[in-house]
């Protein structure tokens, strides 16, 4: 397997379980993914969609493959939860040996209004899982604001608390 691979596709993939189970908890309660942090910031429901796209925008690159737009399910739970498995499979259908190489690839793209040439290394580690952690934990954030029963635990999947402990 692959560094990079390793570094991106498993990684991708448990958050996008994370952020599946977080949307799936809003049942009943949808008006919270309408929430925000601040008026100039992305909703909870755009906080996820922008993740579950950054695992494939950059996965696919470092596998040499082009990305392809992710399909508009909506922005409501079940419109989530279709784009989160849907970068789900894109993911799974991705080969470590697709990787090889992926280190030295250049990849040529947009941060905002920028454009950026960055190998591999770069790309991931720079720009790809930053982005991707910092629109989880926004969706997260807002999520837990908005009065989401959520913790850390809920979050990262690995931390264990006692009932009623969120922390």
């Known amino acids: 397997m ?8 498993p990684v991708f993939g448990h958050y996008l379980n994370r952020l599946s189970a977080m949307v799936g908890r809003t049942a009943g309660q949808e008006h919270l993914l309408q929430g925000r942090l601040a008026p ?3 909703t909870a429901a755009q906080q996820v969609a922008t993740a579950a796209s950054f695992a494939l925008r950059v996965t696919y690159p470092l596998a040499g493959r082009p990305v392809a737009l992710a399909e508009d399910h909506g922005l409501d739970r079940i419109g989530l939860g279709r784009r989160i498995a849907a970068a789900q499979t894109g993911l ?28 591999g290394v770069e790309f991931l580690h720079l720009f790809g899982m930053p982005n991707f952690i910092f629109h989880t934990s926004m969706a997260f ?3 837990r604001q908005a009065g989401l029963e959520i913790g850390k635990a809920d979050f990262d999947g690995l931390h264990d608390y006692p009932p009623g402990f969120r922390f």
Do not use: C, K, N, W
């Open 40 to 42: 100039d910031m992305l």
């Open 2 to 9: 692959t560094a990079l691979y390793a570094a991106s596709v």
């Open 141 to 143: 954030a807002v999520l």
């Open 92 to 119: 799974a259908d991705l080969r470590p040996e697709e990787f090889s190489g992926a280190e030295s690839r250049r990849i040529r793209h947009r941060a905002g209004f920028a454009e950026l040439d960055q190998s």
